[in-house]
């Protein structure tokens, strides 16, 4: 059984960074991709990073580039997420999700998330004063 638990999130003052952790189970092999995605409350769940299994494929989206790094460790079958300079407008339930995908460099491709059958509960992120 597959299963994903996110920790890492809190409360932190604007300009702050978090680090996001991922940790996987129940996988047989490591091929497979993994993605952190959020959502704010009355807000479409959004993607905003992707990492394919040998990390050939790093995917973030526009909100995150330059200010959020996604990386894995699959020896621990763990993926993060490590997110410096944070703004209010990051605030929101991250989740990691998975699935046998190669992370392309298409915004479309993630939308919804529909494509990614494994997730995790979420962590929670604030970012305020």
């Known amino acids: 059984q597959v299963q994903l638990v996110e920790s890492g999130g809190g409360l932190v003052q604007p300009g702050g960074s978090l680090r996001l952790s991922c940790a996987a189970s129940g996988f047989t092999e490591h091929y497979y991709g993994v993605a952190w995605f959020r959502q704010a409350p009355g807000k479409e769940r959004e993607v905003v990073a992707c990492?394919?299994?040998?990390?050939?494929?790093?995917y973030y989206a526009d909100s995150a580039k330059g200010r959020f790094t996604v990386s894995r460790d699959n020896a621990k079958n763990m993926a993060y997420l490590q997110m410096n300079s944070l703004k209010p407008e990051d605030t929101a339930v991250y989740y990691c999700a998975a699935d046998r995908v190669v992370c392309p460099n298409t915004e479309n491709y993630y939308y919804g998330g529909a494509l990614f059958e494994y997730w995790g509960q979420g962590t929670q992120v604030t970012v305020s004063s």
């Open positions: 990492i394919s299994s040998n990390e050939a494929n790093i």
